[in-house]
């Protein structure tokens, strides 16, 4: 059986430095908002190239803490509009609407599953405030389109870049260094995983990261005195103590992901299966390798019995779900082509070449 990810091999490379450094911090008797956030901070700020970097509770209240920001600062208010893609995870909605900013979903495209340029273009109104890239499955959305479009428009640029840790344009800027601020998750799937919840804000806007400092701790400045209201959304000591000892990895990680995905690329030669669009480059870092499939439970039922993981991301559109019941009427049918077919096949930087090699085989053979 090969698993879809063994979470559990990816972090035994660095159990002897994680016992270690967990007996550290229970020495140290400083468990909240401690040296390990602040070194990790400055440790992933530098990674992506930012002025500043702010840990949080989570990915979700990474992009709901800069929507608050800007709210704080007065680039956005109540009912705003942010542009944010129809196939992502719920999540990046959720920071939207419970900002009290509206949602717009915008359609995909088909061969990259980021945003259709045109769509993009068509769903700005004079409400418009903010666009919301979403860097799905790892691959960075159209940043150069995104970034004209915003210009031209004058609007704030915040990515989600849950899914991409270490991706970068063809410039070299990483993602979290792309737009005005990003969101990261630390969730333990993601390409720079903790061992539990985790989330950072990355920015080079110095009022914003001042913000959001104060409202991811109650909206204090200083312990007891509280400018803004706020919330309760901190990185967790140890969390970033174990981040710390994963960042370095990051990079040789991603390459090796990236090595796996264009043998699968180059390797997988089968009609039924479409694989995903990618032109070699570091702008893609394959949290996910997500391939497409007319008859997927036909075909989940052949990778069962052959000893292949995978798992579904996602198989209800946000616009689906009974959750988000007041977007139901829409219509988006790429989003709901790519929602009814795709399927993730075992992806990670500890797969061996005889892995990797079973893997292309087995989908050869369906």
């Known amino acids: 059986m090969i698993p879809f990810l063994d979470l559990k091999a990816i972090n035994q490379r660095f159990e002897v430095e994680f016992h270690k450094s967990f007996k ?9 908002l ?15 190239d930012v002025k500043h970097c702010v840990g949080v509770g989570n990915g979700l209240d990474a992009l709901r803490l800069i929507l608050e920001g800007y709210k704080t600062l007065g680039k956005l208010k109540e009912n705003d509009e942010v542009l944010v893609a129809s196939n992502t995870y719920i999540a990046t909605i959720l920071a939207i609407k419970q900002a009290g900013l509206k ?69 070299g800027k990483r993602a979290g260094n792309i737009g005005n601020a990003a969101g990261f998750s630390f969730y333990p799937t993601k390409n720079l995983g903790a061992l539990g919840d985790g989330g950072a804000v990355t920015t080079n806007d110095d009022d914003l990261a001042e913000v959001i400092k104060k409202l991811r701790n109650y909206g204090t400045s200083t312990k007891y005195v509280n400018e803004l209201l706020g919330f309760n959304s901190r990185l967790d000591e140890l969390q970033a103590a174990f981040l710390n000892i994963k960042l370095p990895t990051l990079d040789s990680d991603n ?107 087995i989908l050869n053979n369906y």
Do not use: W
């Open 255 to 361: 390459e090796r992901r990236r090595i796996i995905a264009k043998k699968y690329i180059s390797q997988i030669n089968n009609k039924k299966i479409v694989l995903p669009k990618y032109d070699g480059g570091d702008n893609h870092v394959f949290h996910l390798f997500v391939v497409r499939v007319e008859n997927r439970n036909h075909f989940i039922d052949y990778l069962d019995r052959n000893g292949i993981g995978h798992l579904i991301h996602y198989p209800i559109p946000p616009h689906k779900q009974k959750a988000l019941l007041e977007y139901s009427h829409f219509n988006f049918p790429v989003t709901e082509l790519i929602h009814n077919e795709v399927l993730s096949i075992p992806m990670s930087p500890l797969l061996t070449e005889e892995d990797v090699e079973k893997v292309i085989s």
């Open 103 to 171: 949602p717009i979903l915008v359609e995909a495209d088909f061969n990259t599953y980021n945003f259709n340029i045109d769509s993009l273009k068509n769903s700005i109104s004079e409400n418009t405030k903010a666009i919301m890239p979403v860097h799905l499955y790892g691959q960075l959305s159209p940043m150069e389109e995104i970034s004209k479009i915003s210009k031209e428009n004058n609007l704030l640029v915040i990515e989600d870049a849950a899914q991409a840790h270490g991706a970068k344009t063809r410039e």
């Open 24 to 32: 550290q911090f229970l020495e140290s008797g400083y468990y909240i």
């Open 34 to 48: 401690g040296n390990e956030v602040k070194v990790f901070e400055a440790n992933f700020a530098r990674f992506c």
